[in-house]
């Protein structure tokens, strides 16, 4: 759903889909190829709410901020199920793992990786291809060159999933019994673990 509120109106271009579960509120831009989850809350009703090219807000997301304050996702983030970004501002090409919680003004800067169900604390400035984790989180080491190449190819899967979803994703009766002739999908990415096995 997108909701006009006090005379602002959400700009979604028109390669991006927003699932018709998702919330999208107010003074929100979503640029090209952005793919938004169903049960995810954009809510720019007292500030501004940016994702530039290529963001995905996956599952059961909240993105919003505290009054007079606006916010932006830069090109390519990539944030993961049931994550909470509270007035922070995430950088380019940058992974917000699973039920991760960034509070107001931290900064997450480009090309970092924050792992799930961290908690980044108000004010927090993580710099450029920073691993982070924890609760409170805190920098453990850098992000390598393999492990930002990853994360390109996960994100790379969402900037094309809104096309597909455009195409090919309707409302439904179910089955009431599986196909004989039912196929699995293509196994076209692996976990980091699977990626960095010796």
């Known amino acids: 759903m997108i909701y006009s509120f006090k005379g602002y109106t959400p700009v979604v271009h028109k390669s991006s889909f927003v699932h018709p579960l ?48 606006s916010i932006t996702l830069k090109e390519s983030a990539h944030v993961g199920h049931g994550a909470i970004i509270h007035g922070a501002n995430l950088g380019k090409n940058c ?14 800067g480009d090309e970092c990786i924050v792992g799930a169900m961290s908690f980044v604390k108000a004010e927090t400035k993580i710099p450029y291809r920073s691993l982070v984790v924890g609760n409170p989180a805190k920098i453990i080491r850098g992000v390598t060159a393999e492990m930002i190449a990853w994360k390109t190819k996960g994100t790379e899967l969402y900037q094309k999933l809104p096309k597909d979803c455009h195409d090919s994703l309707e409302a439904v009766e179910p089955l009431r019994e599986v196909p004989e002739n039912m196929k699995m999908q293509d196994d076209v990415y692996k976990t980091l673990g699977e990626t960095f096995k010796k």
Not at 40 to 61: F, K, T
Not at 98 to 108: G, Q, R, S
């Open 22 to 69: 998702a919330a999208v509120t107010g003074n929100v831009i979503i640029g090209k190829n952005c793919y938004i989850g169903p049960g995810a809350a954009i809510r720019g009703d007292w500030g501004q709410i940016i994702l530039e090219d290529g963001v995905n807000v996956q599952e059961n997301c909240t993105v919003h901020m505290f009054p007079g304050k």
């Open 95 to 108: 992974l917000i793992g699973m039920n991760t919680v960034i509070m107001d003004d931290a900064e997450i």
